[in-house]
């Protein structure tokens, strides 16, 4: 019955993961730009989240339907500014970009809140449980991951069905095609980016809610929110997914074994899955 329980508790650590990465999956998938500021920027919206609460004393969850289109606006600065004039000097210049907004990002972060860790609230939720048996699972933790799959789910829709969604995919597949097509293809770079910050400020609000986090929490964010990506897919939203679940049940199995092995199981599974299925284990990018 441990084991069972370790499996579903990965399963649910793995929604959370999921979560995390599908922006970073969402950005590759259409420019190839490995955003390095991910996880800065999923700890900043737990932030902002935390300092509306604060300020306003709004409820935890409506804080998200001023974080996420605060953040996607961010997201379509930040690509219209910096990241379209980078990718004009190759594939490594966004990278270091992306790197520079890192680094700036967590020390403004401790400037204006300190070193301090913290966590919001959500009251009684937060040791919530359901009964499966003998088996408790955490209610916030089940919202996270129907949360994850809904929001994959939704970004596939998006991506396939609609007009701006086609738009991505071709200026993706073919920019120059899709210039000569009317297409703009430094808005629709911007329109992906801000949509997959806006994912990340949604994963960081959520974040903020399960743990606690500092300035500096963002670059194991974006370790776990990497691994993931990499042992589904590279640009593979499905695969993200099951990157996330795949990771998370690695961690909460080698916890089962020893509690120090928890995150190293992850490690090991993310390597493995490197040398052997270097593409990751579902590669077809959704947004191909």
């Not at 210039?179 to 994963?203: F, K, P, Q, S």
């Not at 996330?244 to 690695?250: E, R, Y």
């Amino acid at each position: 019955m441990d084991w069972i329980n370790a499996v579903l508790q990965g399963l649910l650590l793995g929604g959370q993961y999921a979560l995390l990465a599908c922006g970073l999956s969402l950005i590759f998938g259409v420019m190839r730009i490995v955003n390095l500021a991910h996880g800065v920027l999923a700890v900043a919206s737990a932030y902002l989240a935390l300092w509306l609460i604060q300020q306003t004393g709004m409820p935890s969850f409506l804080t998200i339907v001023i974080v996420i289109p605060v953040l996607a606006a961010v997201g379509y600065a930040i690509q219209r500014g910096l990241f379209n004039a980078a990718l004009r000097h190759g594939e490594l210049s966004p990278l270091l970009v992306s790197f520079g907004l890192a680094v700036i990002g967590a020390n403004l972060l401790q400037e204006i809140f300190t070193a301090d860790s913290r966590k919001i609230s959500i009251g009684g939720l937060s040791t919530s449980s359901v009964e499966l048996g003998q088996l408790r699972l955490g209610v916030f933790s089940l919202i996270t991951l129907v949360v994850a799959v809904g929001v994959i789910v939704g970004l596939q829709l998006y991506l396939s069905h609609t007009r701006i969604g086609r738009a991505m995919r071709a200026t993706k597949d073919d920019p120059e095609a899709a210039t000569l097509m009317g297409i703009d293809e430094r808005h629709m770079y911007a329109l992906a980016t801000a949509i997959a910050i806006g994912t990340v400020a949604l994963a960081g609000v959520f974040l903020g809610m399960s743990t606690q986090f500092s300035p500096t929490y963002g670059d194991l964010v974006l370790i776990f929110a990497f691994e993931a990506v990499i042992i589904g897919g590279l640009g593979s939203l499905w695969g993200t997914l099951l990157g996330g679940l795949v990771l998370g049940v690695a961690q909460t199995v080698g916890a089962q074994i020893d509690p120090a092995y928890g995150v190293l199981a992850g490690h090991l599974v993310f390597l493995v899955v490197l040398l052997f299925r270097p593409q990751g284990l579902l590669p077809k990018a959704v947004v191909a």
